[in-house]
């Protein structure tokens, strides 16, 4: 019981040695078929301008910086640990320049509107304070028919795990397709896909 509060606790907000060290690792590996398929769907061109929210242990964000070698690569945490770790370990990618990191709120991001050609977000609908003010402002964003790309471990999946009781909000496939719809998207597609007993969806939705 103690564990799975801290556990949840740390996913909010990571800090001491487990949130330095600890939780990348498990975000990088742990959720790295998400990463990948988000990656899939993203169908980066040279002169993308993508944003990721909430970039965690930076799997995906580095994916995609290695990729792209023009355009604009932008992620944004709420978490100083992570952006610190992020720049340290990736110094290379910002010599090279194309990049931004930053702190800020997922529900006001620090952008001009129409900045970004795709935005993407992977398991950071449960900590979200408010989800609708967030896919707002993805659609505030992006540029006219722009990509956005939400993935998630589904609600019968982290019903199983203790730790989902301290403070996360879990959410059906159809509840998320409403939102991004209210939000201004569509054409929007829920991609499921499965791994091991865990199951997860991949919203792609055009502004």
Known sequence: MLFSKQFA????HPSGFFGRFMLPCIWNFGNRILNNLVFEQ???????RIIEIGFGGGYLLRRIRAEMKQGLVAGVDLSPL?????????????RE??????????EALPFASKRFTKVCTINTLFFLKDVHQVLFEM?????????????????????????????????????VQKMLESAGFKHIRMIHAEEGNRGFYCAVGIK
């Open 139 to 175: 659609h505030r964003v992006l540029a006219e028919n722009g990509t956005a790309v939400v993935c998630f471990t589904d609600r019968e999946s982290l019903q199983k795990q203790s730790f989902i009781r301290y403070g996360l909000r879990l959410f059906e496939s159809e509840e």
């Open 82 to 94: 992570m952006i610190a770790r992020f720049k340290r370990r990736r110094r290379f990618f910002f």
């Open 97 to 106: 320049g194309h990049i931004f990191l930053g702190r800020a709120r997922a």
């Open 9 to 12: 606790s740390q996913l909010i």
């Open 42 to 48: 993203l169908d980066l061109q040279p002169n993308d």
